[in-house]
């Protein structure tokens, strides 16, 4: 007899997801996922622009309800179709109301689906476009940590808004790289996976300010759901494995999570 799964917890305080990828769901209508979102008090959900191929899906997502709001960006698994077309593109909508960041951009060394030069260019060409329009940025750094550094480190005095540094699974330097200078870092569900401890151990170093909250759906589900697609509802799972490695009240997570997530993505800087 397989064992029961713990149902998904309800919060009095809402939640914000930060980043998933509503249009790769597939396991059931988007409609009936966002009904099981709401109803567990997702407050907002940020879907998240990786190709040409979706950009502008993205802004389509963001006008069917007003719970939805997107980024514009090219992954770096997809900058080989970087073209001025496309950056064309991303800068006359990267403002958009419903727009938040631009991203997900940034570098991927554990794939190279791209070619790394062509990788560093189109990152630098994104924070350009991010900096102009006063916009903070969804990175993307996956075995890439000193060029990440060295990359972000040109656009330190011009990229006012910062962002956050997703699905971060890097090392100790990025991390405190990117908090010491107003970053903030983006956990998942990889935070309940039991190898791993390297990530529960940047959970512990960063302050619970510079924390945002995210599902990457859908990937990377949380235990107890490791084995089916993710979504944006299993996100309470999340805030209370952040609250049991940092040893704070769920509510303190949950509170300051949301004011983070309000910080980077919805208030002036």
Not at 17 to 29: I, M
Not at 172 to 195: H, V
């Amino acid at each position: 007899m397989s064992k029961k799964r713990r149902e998904i917890p309800v919060f009095d305080q809402p939640l914000i997801e930060t980043h998933c990828h509503l249009d790769y769901l597939k396991d059931r209508p988007l409609s009936e996922t966002l009904e099981q979102t709401w109803a567990v008090n997702i407050e907002r959900v940020i879907t998240i622009a990786v190709s040409p191929d979706n950009l502008a899906g993205v802004r389509e997502l963001t006008q069917t309800d007003e719970r939805i709001y997107g980024t514009q960006g090219i992954h770096p698994h997809d900058a080989e179709t970087y073209t001025d077309e496309v950056e064309a593109e991303i800068r006359a909508h990267g403002k958009d109301d419903r727009i938040v960041a631009i991203g997900e951009i940034g570098l991927d060394y554990f794939y190279d689906n791209a070619d790394r030069g062509v990788q560093r260019s189109v990152f630098r060409r994104q924070l350009q476009i991010a900096s102009d329009l006063d916009q903070p940025v969804v990175i993307h750094s996956r075995e890439a940590d000193e060029d990440t550094i060295a990359i972000l480190g040109e656009f330190e005095d011009t990229l006012r808004r910062r962002g956050v540094i997703h699905s971060f699974t890097s090392g100790p330097e990025l991390a405190r790289y990117a908090l010491d200078n107003g970053w903030c870092l983006g956990f998942n569900g990889i935070t309940t996976f039991n190898k791993a401890e390297n990530v529960r151990d940047i959970v512990r170093m960063a302050p619970i300010d510079q924390i945002l909250l995210e599902t990457d759906a859908p990937f990377l589900t949380p235990v107890p759901y490791r084995g089916r697609e993710n979504a944006p509802f299993y996100l309470p799972f999340v805030a209370e494995q952040i609250s049991a490695v940092k040893d704070l009240a769920l509510e303190e997570v949950l509170n300051q999570t949301y004011r983070n997530s309000l910080r980077v993505f919805f208030e002036s800087p």
